[in-house]
């Protein structure tokens, strides 16, 4: 489990050069993370990761679901029951369940991550085996007892700039704050607005959340100009702990805009519980226009990321809870559902809107001509099951002859596994090499351009996209 | 036309060196081929083959289709009309047009078969045109009536250990038992339960093939009870000789789950012909989830095959019925239809549900994260269309990066043309051998993993999913 | 920005070499262009291009919509209002813009084609940027008052053979009469039938429209037999004015087949704005169907191009008009939509019915598999944003292993940027024989074959598919 310092460049010899040349350029540059979903309190604690199971597998979905898929059930694995029912798991025999099933994570994205993981940050070169199990949790748990492996020493090793947690609208953000505050650490941890649950009257504890919202605006629940009114508050509130950026999921892009009596009427129907299914919808649509609108004025980017089935399995959402691993993309589209929004907002300036999904037919057929046209639009680095080697060239030879390198996000790690953080970024600036490589050695593009190019992606690019 | 012998290998010499020994590491494994579609009585009677437009074209539709959409009628291939009303065609003329066209194969899946297999079965080097035509029918014919080209002689040659049939759930297995039963034939042939026709209301004929099932199973045909019980006892009979698994042809994977009362009320509905097409529909999702519910009780391995639109050519289907290439796929969703179904059963144990698809959208979006998540869940071999050099490797890229390697059906190759059986095979373990390549020359993996893997992709996992 | 002469080759030694083997066989070929969009007044009235604005940028809506996503209002490139309010604008202040820009076309195929026109045409060999922007401007300028550079000069310097431009079923084909009784003018340059406005009652002014034809056709208005023999008619002006292809642009390639009374009814209640959106929609699939009747009649080869959504942005729209760059491509079928046409004219003799499309799933699913059975069915070149080096090759793979390479429809620029003719043109043959040196170098088809395929790529198929 040596790692090869050419992984990820391309196969043939004078391309591999090349790519490697590019690669040199951008490799030690400062990690800018926009969007995640680390906790911050690790930051703000810094107390040690208190074993290898913890670290790598509990709280990784993408790593225990391909143990379930294998047929280890959730509860071995010692993710704990919504009841709290679960049984107590020994931390060394996840381990080693985990172990055990090293070759099922082969030509994965997970195994990727995690190798590269364990060989530069822990040394680490034996592969995980039934083997060799044991002996790997011993060393891993010594290593993370040390200081260099306490959360703010990974953080600065790990050359991390900026990092995105992702956020609940009515969170306190007092992490946030004791970071910003706290003289010992220099990093800068931002907050994203993420208020789906807050839009949609589908969504379960909707009612709830409104009230929560009224409550701290100062007026009525069944009044929609304070429903609105505490969103901007509140978003203001997050651009004032240092927000950049507000993130949508949605299963459909859909966006309406209706006039103030309509979207009223629907707010009254949804707060006394009195409307249709499509009635609900149509209100969600009008939120997310409303929220672009907010953007447009309060300067957050508004960033989407559509097209996901949560919770798949309805019995494992029940015992554990959602991400589990079963959240199962479907078929999307960007075109059509984002026609009223865009026709709005646009050309608005300063507005930025970033697109993400994890069906790529949408790259060449919609994002890629929306982001080559509007002054809006930029095209999401590609997420979730498609952040990984094969599927990030995909979206470039898909995204690139239509939009160019200059309307994508940069990347984004999107990620719960800090320590995998540096592995994601490290694998994105190879494969951005091994792309412009390709283009270089095609005489499609100079390498003085390429050069410029790769910097750009790994730096400017996601500082202008986030106005970091 | 002379084989290379690194065909199908990367063209870069020192992946192209990697793929050579992993593919000799496979190359000479028997062949595990658990789906597909020969006819079983050529291995009973073991006659002789009668000439090369039989062997090669008549039966083949990837072979006939193409000559058609160069302008050649069916009739001309001396396929037969449904009444009979056909011309009787020289079957020298039909190798003659087939030849005469041989440019219209270069790059596609069926050239390059049939090239190898013209190559490594006959030993011919002259490539089929109008000048070689002739000759080479003679050749063949000849060697047809050698008893090396008799169809026992070949199987054994070909090296196939378990070779499974596609059959009627009425089909009485007779051709199966008798070569169980032969002492001179030492292969395993086995049956597949294919119920499509006798699930779905809407399939002209299903009130016929209802009452034959309840015939045999000795209850009223009107009786759902009864109905339900005489497909569990035909599969039970299936079992009994030999079958490992059922398969689900589909235009769409739509699975629902009804009450007793409501399917029995359906089923009453569809005998007595007062079903609405939507009705209709839900007794055949219905039927589709007690066809899972019936291979977790009784093991059968439960494949579906989806998204096909069958007989698209209307006319043609009426004088030349079913088969005649012109199933043309059409967009295809998994995660959402079979929802039902696998909040019911993706968790049960030992359950395998094989899902195939020949819209190649489903595979990174749908079927790699059902896969990588659900432990009753298979990403089948590329189908149909996709089952070729270019659109296997996209399958694989598709695949491996969400599911890995071991939640792969290995390789089927669901052919109707027995001669093609070891040049797909064989097309198979060099392609793997070529994407495990990549990953070893990329350092995405190390060369004793990529060994493991393609021994078990050829062999322990066929073995494992079809539970031979 | 020296052009490579092995550009678009593999980058692969051995590979490149056959690559460039079999394109010196197509080099110097001349050019065939059955699709297109070039405005042939250029051409009868012979005057020098004006600047480099205009000829580059200002009606090249690839190269616009880019600068338009840079936050570039169209105002300032010079495009003016449909209400005639747009300012005046210096060209050269235009052509600054673009020089500024030209990083963002960086992997794009309009930057490809830009930099290789500047090269061949201009000997350029600066790249575009601020500092370079003005002495490319006058070198560009003093160029196009050459002889050189006048629009027939390049016409006879490109190799190009047949140009066929887009038009109006009404035009009265004044520019193709004088081309083609100029004695000074050798080329041939024909018209191409496009009646979509005059098809569907949902499009603005169709009534006005069938008024048009009805009078030039003498009959009445509303006389739904007048209209259809009124588009018959039309048609013969067309083939009398060397037309070879009709070309049809729609949103979904609906095709129905009503009878005479149903037709004629939905026709009354269009003319008479008494019929629903849907019904409208039933007769334009009806006059689709119609529009192959009358090819199968007139011979006139039949084109669709299918999934795009016009003017997205429609404030962008009601200013400056259509084709502004944001037409985006939403998912498209053809299997379906397509069924009642092909079954009733699937198999007519002498048929051609060449399908494009913008959303590329649908090449491996459907295009090829209808194209791989129907002898009317040619898969036509990837279009528009797909007609770029990447997305070329993912054509051919996703096209050829089921269809071959004698069922496409050759290559079609579809350009409105007359200078970009040859760039494109050799484009696409440096990205086939790159293809097809693949395949050699894979041992998929021999050498003779693949040199075969090329030339018949370039010159035979073009004229075959097109008639001409």
Known sequence: MTLDPDRLFPVENATRSVARDLYSRVEALPIISPHGHVD????????????????????DHYVTRMLHSAGVPLDRLGIPRVDGSGEQVDPRS?????CENWHRYAGTASGYWLATTLSEQFAIDDAPS????????????TALKTPEFAPRALFSRFGIEVLATTDDPMDDLASHRALAVDSGFSGRVIPTFRPDAYLDPASPGWTHRVETLAAWNGTEAGDYSGYVEALEGRRRYFIDHGAVSADHGVLRPDTAELDAGEAKRLFDGAMSARLSAAEAAVFASHMLLEMARMSVDDGLVMTVHAGVLRNHDTHTFRQFGPDMGHDIPVPTVFAEPLRPLLTRFGNAPDFHLVLFAVDETVYSREIAPLAGYYPAVYAGAPWWFLDAPDAVLRFRAAITETAGFYKGSGFIDDTRAFLSIPARHDMSRRLDASFLAGLVRQGRIDMASAERIICDLVDSLPREVFKL
């Not at 996840?94 to 985990?98: L, M, S, T």
Request: charge should be negative; avoid cysteine.
């Open 130 to 141: 039934a083997a060799s199990a044991d002996s790997l949790f011993d060393r891993i748990n």
């Open 40 to 59: 911050p309190s690790i930051l703000v604690e810094d107390r040690p990761f208190s074993d290898a199971a913890e670290l790598f597998i509990r709280y």
């Open 94 to 98: 996840v381990w080693r369940i985990f």
